[in-house]
Every structure is written in structure tokens, then in C-alpha cells.
């Protein structure tokens, strides 16, 4: 499906962005493995999330969708899941592939996990590796990608592991895996990413611990063989979702815009620390914890912003919001750097190298240089471009923002993507004041 975003005016209004992916995906898995029934309140049914309720459906957990939203999980236990009779389709999910991957390791029959062009292409040695050192045995096709084959065994050898990357999705498929070993599993990352695995473990009964590493480094520790406690979930709204009409309120002129109900877990807002520095008037109010995770509203006023360099260090926080950063960064007075990218060309495409070529096209001068981007910021961009999704639902987004805020329209070819994160985003777009279409259908807004 195309979508086209004409130029808007100011934006203006209150919206609450769907729930968080990364919080949604783990209620799913987690509610499945306790023993018991587990409510979740705010799931996100995105195309991503769905594709992880069908797996475990398959994987033999009864999930039930209450007609007002709420979902209810039959938890099995932890290596209470049965083997499933096809292929695990994750669709589009890496976290739902690389976690779902971490708890097959610990049960001991074959699963055949694929996805769609997207994921085939994602590299998932980063997990299959601490996997097979704990005793899983993982098949995977050339450059360990998906198609892969993954036999588990019941009772998984503990380990302590180095992780080069700093990601979430590798730091939680081992800490899933270490719920079936006896002792401590421990997993040293190089920076903080984002702990709702952590935290939400903890409030299922789990022993997680978090301490500084010995040679540098972020050490997560999880004691094995505990039976998790059912839980009452509520999924606050997805802070990388939120930075799409945030984004379009900072940049837009007189714009006013408050969204509801955004997580704010620290690991996870380093894109609007970032947008504070480029001069961004950001308030938080109504802060309060729900679930065990901070929530507030966001309230984004608009106005000039300036450039900015943003330290590799924080790239962890923000590492999904980069695309419509760099937006930002596009409509900023000066050349902004964006360093220590190089995790942005293992996500849903290439991020780095599809949004310099589509920043191109709209007339934003930008260069890679080394793992760093740099945008030169000239407060107007010309737009007028056709872009290509390429199955990144963020790529899509990040676009149909940039037309929002340029002299003339872009189109974005499979935008149907954007349904994998954030189901309704042109809807809520245009509540706010955006001009997004589908260009043969009218406006989304208008669509039943
Ligand atoms: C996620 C972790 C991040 C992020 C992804 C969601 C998670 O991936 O990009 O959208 O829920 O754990 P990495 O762990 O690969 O950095």
C-alpha cells in the first residue's frame, strides 16, 4: 500500500500511541511461562506482537482476546511448552524471533522458526551462539539466518557471557534460557539497554541482579529453576512510537501536542533527551509508576531547533528512533552527528544506509562517515521524494513525517509495514493535524 504525507501546519491535541512492542512481546512469552492465568491490559496488536501470540498458541498456551482489549494467558510453566506440528512464522519480529528463541532453548523437542524478507535477512548468531554454549542445538542457513532448526534441552548448562553488542534482544533471549539452568546465568553487555526483561521477571518472582562488570561493561545476573507467578500486566504507551508525532510537534511551528501514557524507563528515552538538546520545549507531566515501569505525558511544543551530536553511548536508548531523528535533525539549524550507528544496519533494513539515500532524494545533504551520520540541517527541505519502505515499518513513518514538514509531498511505497509497531498511525497523525492518505483510498482518517 503507498501512502503520501502532504504539508501541515502546526500540529495540536492529545493522543495515546499504542502499547509498547518490547513490553508487549515480553508479557506474551513471560505469561506463558508462568504457572497460571496472567491478565495484560494495553497490549499491542501489532502485526509483530500477534505473530508471537500465534507462535505460542502453537507452542501449545491457550490465549484469549476479552472483547474490550484485555488479554488472558494460560501460562504453562516455565518448560511446560509443546512442540509445535509447522513453522514458527515471526513475521516481521526480531525480538519476537531471538526471545522466543531463548525460551525453546529450554525445552527439549525441534522448532523450525522463519520470517518474512526482513527478518530472513537479520543475523541471529548473536543468539544462537550463548544458545549452543548452553546446550541448545541450532541449525540455521548460511550467515546464521533464519530458516534455522532449534532442539533444546530441558535442563540448560549456565554460562556467563560477553556480549559485543549491547542489545536487549540478546540480553534477554539468555536470561529467558537461564530460567532453565540450575545456578546463576549472567549476561555482560557493554552499555545499559533496555531492562523491562529485568524488571519484569523480578515482579514474577525471579531473582535478577544488575551490577557493574568486572572489565568494563553492565553484568545481568538470573537464577534458574524458579517457578514465575502469574501476572497482572498494563502496557504503557511505546516511547518509539510516541517519537513520530513528537518529532512532527517540534518541528512544526506554534505546534502543541500532549501524548498519554508513554513509558518513560530511562533506558528507553535518550531520543527525547536528545531532542531537548536541539532545543525542543519537552515537559513531563502526570509521572507515575504503572506496572513497574514510569509513565507520564509527553507535552511537545514547537519551534526551531538546532543541531546536535549525539554520543555513541547513547545509542541503546534510542537505537529505534534514529530514523525519525534524523528527521529532526534535517529541519535543524546546522549539521548535526549522530555516532556509533553501527547496530542501525542489522535492524528491520539497513537503517543507516536507507534513510541517507532517502534524505537524499527529499534534498537533505547527509554523509556516512565511519559509523557516524552527519545531517546538514538547513530548516527547510524540499521533499517531493518516493520512498521505499523496505519492509521497516519505522523507515515508513520516518518518511510520512519528513512530508508532513516539507515544501511538497512524499509517497512511501509499503507502508503497509507500519502495521507490524503502530496499527492506526495515520489515523492518529491526522487527529493531530497531519495530512497522511493513502493516495487510491483518501485519507485513513476518514475511512471507517
Ligand atoms: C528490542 C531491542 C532492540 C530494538 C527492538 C526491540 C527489544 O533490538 O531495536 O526494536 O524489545 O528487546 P536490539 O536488542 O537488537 O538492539
Redesign the pocket.
Known amino acids: 500500500m503507498e501512502m503520501q504525507a502532504d504539508p501541515h501546519g502546526a500540529l495540536s491535541g492529545r493522543a495515546r500511541v499504542p502499547g509498547d512492542?518490547?513490553?508487549s512481546?515480553?508479557s506474551l512469552m513471560l505469561a506463558a511461562l508462568a504457572v497460571g492465568e496472567s491478565r495484560i491490559d494495553g497490549l499491542l496488536e501489532g502485526e509483530d506482537v500477534l505473530a508471537t501470540a500465534k507462535a505460542l498458541r502453537a507452542l501449545g498456551v491457550e490465549l484469549v482476546r476479552e472483547p474490550g482489549g484485555r488479554w488472558t494467558v494460560h501460562g504453562v510453566g516455565t518448560g511446560g511448552l509443546a512442540e509445535p506440528e509447522d513453522v514458527l512464522d515471526l513475521g516481521n519480529a526480531?525480538?519476537g524471533a531471538?526471545?522466543l528463541l531463548g525460551i525453546l532453548a529450554g525445552h527439549g523437542f525441534t522448532s523450525f522458526l522463519s520470517g518474512d524478507a526482513s527478518l530472513r535477512r537479520r543475523p541471529m548468531g548473536?543468539v544462537a551462539r550463548p544458545l549452543r554454549a548452553m546446550g541448545a542445538e541450532i541449525l540455521t542457513r548460511s550467515g546464521e539466518r533464519l530458516p534455522l532448526a532449534i532442539t533444546g534441552r530441558t535442563r540448560l548448562l549456565p554460562i556467563v557471557w560477553r556480549s559485543e553488542?549491547?542489545?536487549?534482544?540478546?540480553?534477554?533471549a539468555i536470561l529467558l534460557a537461564g530460567l532453565h539452568a540450575p545456578g546463576e546465568t549472567t549476561v555482560i553487555e557493554p552499555l545499559p539497554?533496555?531492562d523491562?526483561?529485568e524488571r519484569m521477571l523480578t515482579g514474577m518472582g525471579a531473582v535478577v541482579r544488575t551490577a557493574p562488570a568486572e572489565g568494563g561493561g553492565v553484568a545481568v545476573t538470573v537464577a534458574g529453576e524458579v517457578e514465575l507467578l502469574p501476572q497482572q500486566f498494563t502496557v504503557p504507551a511505546d516511547p518509539?512510537s510516541a517519537a513520530f508525532p513528537a518529532v512532527a510537534a517540534a518541528v512544526a511551528p506554534g505546534s502543541e501536542v500532549a501524548l498519554e501514557d508513554v513509558c518513560l524507563n530511562p533506558t528507553r528515552t535518550g531520543a527525547y533527551t536528545t531532542l531537548a538538546e536541539m532545543g525542543a520545549t519537552i515537559e513531563i507531566t502526570d509521572r507515575r509508576q504503572v506496572a513497574g515501569e514510569e509513565v507520564g505525558t509527553l507535552r511537545i511544543r514547537g519551534g526551531a531547533l538546532r543541531a546536535v551530536d549525539v554520543p555513541a553511548e547513547r545509542a541503546?536508548a534510542m537505537?529505534?528512533e534514529y530514523p525519525v531523528l534524523f528527521v529532526a535533525a534535517a529541519f535543524a539549524g546546522g549539521t548535526s552527528r549522530f555516532r556509533g550507528l553501527a547496530?542501525l544496519r542489522?535492524?528491520?533494513s539497513d537503517r543507516l544506509a536507507v534513510m541517507a539515500e532517502g534524505l537524499s532524494a527529499c534534498g537533505v545533504r547527509c554523509a556516512i562517515e565511519g559509523e557516524d551520520l552527519l545531517v546538514e540541517g538547513t530548516g527547510a527541505v524540499e521533499g517531493g521524494a518516493a520512498i521505499d519502505a523496505r519492509l521497516d515499518h519505522r523507515i515508513a513513518m520516518s518518511f510520512l513525517v519528513l512530508g508532513g514538514l516539507a515544501r511538497n509531498p512524499v509517497r512511501v511505497a509499503g507502508a503497509e509495514t507500519i502495521a507490524t509497531?503502530f496499527p492506526g498511525f495515520a489515523r492518529l497523525m491526522n487527529g493531530l493535524g497531519a495530512r497522511i492518505r493513502a493516495p487510491a483510498e483518501g485519507t485513513e482518517a476518514e475511512r471507517p
Open positions: 512492542k518490547s513490553i512481546h515480553r526480531g525480538t531471538r526471545l548473536r553488542v549491547a542489545s536487549a534482544q540478546v540480553k534477554s539497554s533496555r523491562h526483561t518509539s541503546p537505537i529505534d547496530e542489522v535492524k528491520e509497531s
